[in-house]
């Protein structure tokens, strides 16, 4: 089949039209989906279609029953979509920024997460919530989180961080297939970055990560947006003839621990990359896996490359020294290899 | 405005059997003998048998942390509620949810809820699953006067208005939060006001009544049923029993539930009426209350009976599917 | 019923000073000479001007997403605020905020908010610490429509109430949360009638004028003062620009904008209104435009010279006082 | 001075009285914080007292402005309380379940951790907010979680626990009169343990690790309620001959890494136990510590003793097998040793 190239939103959007074509049970649920609170009458239905267009076209195609605007009121759509995915339907609701886990999180934590464990099995529920994550936008200390490990610590939730259309696409499909709830996550600094896409439905599988570059050297582990700067920092440290090994990891739970631990061994030295702060982390937890079931692999220190422990500030300066870059992850695997 | 004897009967054996396994349960949790801490609802019945007798299988309630009554007036089975509450492997949930998370979603009860307002938006969510897969089903979500005050009532019910999904909130006002009277946590007399801030019906209701609880609901189902959108139910009832079992009950005046049940006892009122209007007659009640007591017992006794779970169930049921756990 | 000529010209200058300064962003940001994203009150300045008209430094506000006009009205300085938006080291929060954190607490003014009703609390608070602190100061927490469906402002309300807190809520009722109509979001035609649920006053107010703004909110704010509790305000307004500068604005008829503009101005109908009744001349106006007109020029001359932030401030005041922070 | 044993939650209330005794700025703001609504005219004012007694007493010392019965509104309150410590007071907000931080993390991730710098540093947040943490009273899912790694995580919040009384209150006056907002987390299975507590005004600084056992075999690093299960783990290890070093975090952000890593050098090997589930936990967050900056003292592998991946179960017999216990310790110490 020849190439075929699609933005990191576009592919989304095209998973969540695949997904409502084949299953009649999913429905898209959040603020301004469709924009202009599906006014069919005065033909501005498709006003927006999500903030930024992931969910653009759904309603025209398959309705406002099944593409639904909400008030801004988070924990109560959310909260339903719990509801309702224990009901029958496999909701896939928007939380526009992850910042606002802030207002629904009671939802996720202590509904969605625990019901199926609290009820004994009797119940399921399939829901997705797709959210925006990371900084860059100049949109400072509230627009601007990765709270990715705020789900990813929570038992009966799965979370997932694509990071290229490619597997936007495709853990997006295996997330909606799912029958737990996944949290999905979405590096909106990726949303314009392009990459090939396969027209036909496909899943990437929930728990598995991904080698995206071989090497010997030093094993770098990275998610999200933070696997482009991995990649990055590897040119620079294969221009000194350190050959570093990438994995995105892309599930963080379930983790798949055996491609992640395979590539520790096969270097010895580790560096994690993540987009959110230090403490209590994804970083923190990967870091905390290598030093348990890989102690015998490690030979050197395993250094992270995280945020600063501080809120994201707005002005370009801060922001760009916010985030991890590419030189601090070649700083990092210097260090890691040190020993 | 009468009822069929069959439905009379059954809305008299659901109160009857709530009033029973909450008095045992209060006995039973005095003596130590049921882990952890119960809400019971002994005093508020009417409320439950009298909105869950309009509904069926296809309908869902969801429930809150008093809610051993929604339960029994849904049709969760007694013997694996009561196992349930004693943490035994034959409970509902395995043991693993307790008091506050009784569910059985087979039979539409989507479970007790220990957030106080957390079970308000899953009722939105079954009514938006009734709605889009057209079963005609209703949802209803019970909660209480403190949950009013809670922002997932506000939002709940905004949304269902908007979306116009067929799901009745029922208020049950004991007239407390806790310790919290509802005249010291909202300045207004009747909650169901706030029903007009979102374009819908509401009304305030005796919840000791079983009669117009029973007639209330049903015009409120009925709505919902049509397609006519969601209505706040306010039942004013009270609750015999401490907010726990063991509560000092420090807070209200000390003759105030012995002044309602000798007044406003749910099950009195029921008998008064149906006899005076001779409806049924005071055997056919005795009857009932003997097959509860039994029923009740028995109930007791399989609990006792059921072995407690297995721990290597610890890891179940946490997904559906999940590879490897992580260790720790 | 007219006011001091000094308080007309401060309320006009306040109106023409948000006014110059939204359109003025408007330019630069579409020019892509400001960072990041912007919501401009163009539309609404009646809103703010004729609210803050009342409040001195010891009162406070919360705002929101489209909080300048909030802060221009509570006072703050327009250099350190241009700065602010540009993201420089003389910005009000020397460039960590921006537009959606813009924010003097010396002033009174406890922030933009980037989360729908999660200035509304904060409010609440400064109205607790006015009434124990026995400052004599009251609170305005500025929100949208989209905001009212928020539980923050569900529970807001109902606290303040029951606290009987010296707070007043503005509800800026301009039609829209972002592409969705009021009209679709809430079932009632006046979001002030949410007031009646929490035993609250609650009304209307045109809040393109700035004399109906000024009465009804000074009438809400003295009642806060005398210890009278909250009040809820709905003043109906528009925003002329898009959602976020960039909105394509599909969602809205094409000639809304226009015709709101032509009609309701607030700029015009104050001008219109004062100078009827001669209380101010046109004169008077075109002086306080003129001298507008320079200070936002020499604001944005201000922000442009200030330098950028130094990166090795990035850990500055992220708390008062820190042991040192966790290496990354 | 005689020595004098007070409750856990005597010691609480002990703090709670001198506090507001010092500093009428100082108020108490929560859901039955008094109990019956403050109403004094019934002669009921102080009918509960927060719901396990921990502020009984406070309102007819210091009246109902000062101790302020709520709705159940935790975001509001919650909310409430940090507006209020940006504008002079300092209160003490009681979140009566950390489960219930679903209800109301906005106030704290978005408002209480951010305002200091998103407003470069004008304002001061000098807020405490004290919740129950932990399993043990067979309270099922929702009322028995530790999410004291959720706040932990959040850059602008401090987060501490203690383990004992002393601690108790003296952490509790520290963060009191700390200027930035704190989340003072109180293992709900401690409050009726005993132990000396002075009579007089006393406060534990932030940010300072204690070393409760010494011992030069293995260190463990344990938080709260875990500290004594830590202990109870020593006994049966000394009896093996192995001196276990006992940490015990009790602050948690700051965290005194200084005080760990010093005691990691004594020993070379390292456990670290935490009551939570293991993903991007506490226990996590440690390991990454001593696997980054203190992997030249490692000697094996960091073995951490964790709740599973799962939620609390109700039922005594699953409740007990989830909750980390001296044997798993025990176990994991002899792992640590083993390389
Ligand atoms: C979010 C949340 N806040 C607080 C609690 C603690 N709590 C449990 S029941 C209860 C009172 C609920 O009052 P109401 O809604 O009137 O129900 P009732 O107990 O009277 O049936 C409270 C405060 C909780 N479980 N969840
Ligand atoms: C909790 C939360 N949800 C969603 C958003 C995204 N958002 C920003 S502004 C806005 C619309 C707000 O509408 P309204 O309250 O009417 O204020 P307006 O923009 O009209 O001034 C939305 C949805 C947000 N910032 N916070
Ligand atoms: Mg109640
Ligand atoms: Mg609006």
Redesign the interface.
């Known amino acids: 089949m020849a190439e075929r190239t699609l933005t990191f939103v576009q592919a989304i959007n095209e998973a969540l039209h695949q997904a409502m074509e084949r299953d009649p049970t999913v429905v898209v649920i959040g603020e301004d989906v469709a924009g202009g609170g599906g006014r069919a009458a005065q033909g501005i239905e498709d006003a927006w279609g999500g903030i930024m267009g992931a969910t653009r076209g759904l309603i025209g195609r398959f309705g406002a029953a099944r593409v639904i605007d909400t008030p801004i009121s988070e924990a109560g759509f959310i909260g339903m979509a719990v509801g309702a995915a224990a009901t029958g339907l496999r909701p896939v609701a928007e939380l526009m920024f992850m910042d606002f886990l802030g207002v629904c999180l009671d939802p996720l934590l202590n509904q969605a997460a625990k019901l199926r464990y609290m009820f004994g099995g009797k119940a399921r529920v399939p829901l997705v919530v797709r959210t925006l994550i990371g900084a860059g936008l100049r949109s400072a200390a509230q627009h601007s989180q990765s709270l990715h490990a705020f789900t990813t610590a929570i038992p009966g939730l799965k979370t997932v961080v694509p990071s290229n259309p490619h597997d936007a696409k495709g853990l997006l499909l295996a997330a909606i297939a799912d029958d737990d709830p996944v949290v999905f996550c979405e590096p909106k600094t990726l949303y314009f970055t392009t990459g090939e896409v396969p027209a036909e439905p496909y899943t990437v599988p929930l728990g598995t990560a991904a080698v995206v570059r071989p090497g010997g050297a030093v094993t770098i582990w990275a998610v999200g947006r933070m696997v482009a700067v991995a990649l990055a920092a590897a040119e620079t440290l294969a221009a000194e003839g350190v050959e570093a090994e990438v994995v995105d990891v892309r599930s963080l739970s379930p983790l798949d621990e055996a491609t992640l631990l395979a590539s520790l061994a096969r270097t010895g030295h580790l560096v994690v990359v993540d987009e959110a702060p230090p403490r209590c982390g994804l970083a923190a937890d990967l870091a905390a896996l290598a030093v348990d079931r890989g102690f015998d692999l490690l030979r050197g220190p395993v250094k992270r490359v995280t945020a600063p422990h501080a809120p994201v500030p707005f002005s370009p300066v801060l922001e760009d020294a916010y985030v991890p870059s590419p030189a601090q992850v070649v700083a990092a695997a210097h260090a890691a290899l040190e020993t | 405005m009468s009822l069929p004897r069959a439905r009379l009967l059954d809305g008299y054996r659901t109160m009857r059997t709530i009033r029973a396994f909450e008095q045992t349960l209060n006995e039973l949790s005095l003596a130590g003998r049921v ?3 119960l809400h019971l609802c002994a005093g508020e019945e009417a409320v439950a048998a009298g909105v869950c007798a309009h509904l069926g299988p296809a309908d ?1 309630v ?1 429930s809150t942390h008093r809610g051993h009554g929604h339960a029994i007036a849904k049709g969760v089975d007694l013997d694996a509620m009561m196992a349930e509450l004693f ?2 492997r034959d ?8 008091s ?2 009784v ?4 039979k539409g009860m ?2 007790a ?6 079970g ?7 009514a ?6 057209r ?1 005609g089903g209703v ?1 209803v979500a019970f909660f209480g006067d ?2 009013a ?8 019910l ?2 269902a ?3 116009a999904l067929p799901v009745v909130f029922v208020l049950e006002n004991n007239g407390y ?5 509802v ?6 007399r009747d ?1 169901a ?2 029903a ?5 019906p509401g009304a305030v209701v005796d919840g000791m009544d079983f009669f117009a609880v029973h007639a209330a609901a049903g015009e409120a189902i009925l709505r919902a049923r049509r397609g006519e959108g969601p209505t706040l139910l306010e039942c004013k009832t009270y609750r015999y029993f401490g907010h726990y079992v063991g509560d000092p009950l ?4 000390k003759d105030e539930a012995e002044r309602m049940r000798a007044e406003r006892d749910p099950l009195d009122l029921f008998e008064r009426r149906v006899v005076a209007e001779g409806w049924l007659a005071t055997g056919d009640l005795r009857r009932v209350d003997d097959e509860v007591a039994a029923a009740v017992a028995a109930a007791v006794r399989h609990a006792e009976a059921s072995p ?2 297995d ?1 290597a ?16």
């Open positions: 882990p952890g801490f869902a969801a943490g035994r409970g509902i949930c395995h043991g693993k949810g307790g506050m998370h569910a059985d979603t087979e989507l479970g809820n220990g957030i106080v307002g957390g308000i938006p899953l009722a939105v969510g079954a938006l699953s009734a709605k889009v897969l079963t949802a403190g949950a005050n809670q922002g997932l009532f506000h939002e709940s905004n949304l208005a908007v979306l939060g806790e310790a919290t009277p005249e010291y946590h909202a300045r207004v909650l006001v706030r007009a801030g979102y374009g819908m420090t807070y209200r005046p407690p779970p721990p169930d610890l890891m179940r049921d946490v997904y559906v599917d999940y590879p490897r756990p992580p260790e720790s």
